[in-house]
């Protein structure tokens, strides 16, 4: 069983940059896959923005790319999701998860690569969500 609390968040302007964290505690192991997802207030279910695994191998979502960057620090129990140039469809409850069984993954012609498929209900373990407003 592992409890997982987030921080961070905040409200920004268009182009300013916010860090998040995810503190994990109760039995953490190094090779759960971790991930952030988010969910604006109009959406149905969360959407995965980014993931790691216990081997360090990172994934992003197109939305995402090339703005956040997502690591963790296995000594400090901790996990983090740093967003530069935020935009203001950015805007949700980032939710910070882990999961030990690992995720199916799939082809992506387009990077030529596999990646993971991010889905929330694949996921056991959640925090309580920390609120990101981006402003124009």
């Known amino acids: 069983q592992v409890q997982l609390v987030e921080s961070g968040g905040g409200s920004v302007q268009a182009g300013g940059s916010l860090r998040l964290s995810c503190v994990g505690s109760?039995?953490?192991?190094?090779?759960?896959?971790m991930a952030w997802f988010r969910q604006g207030p109009e959406m149905e279910r969360r959407e995965g923005v980014a993931?790691?695994?216990?081997?360090?191998?990172?994934f992003y979502a197109d939305s995402v790319k090339g703005r956040f960057t997502i690591s963790k620090d296995n000594a400090k129990n901790t996990l983090y999701l740093q967003m530069n140039n935020l935009k203001p469809e950015d805007t949700a409850m980032y939710y910070c998860a882990a999961e030990k069984v690992q995720l199916q993954r799939y082809w992506n012609s387009a990077r030529m690569s596999w990646e993971p498929m991010l889905q929330s209900s694949d996921f056991g373990n959640w925090g309580q969500g920390t609120q990101v407003t981006v402003s124009s």
């Open positions: 109760g039995s953490p192991d190094s090779t759960y896959y």
């Open positions: 993931g790691i695994d216990g081997d360090y191998n990172s």
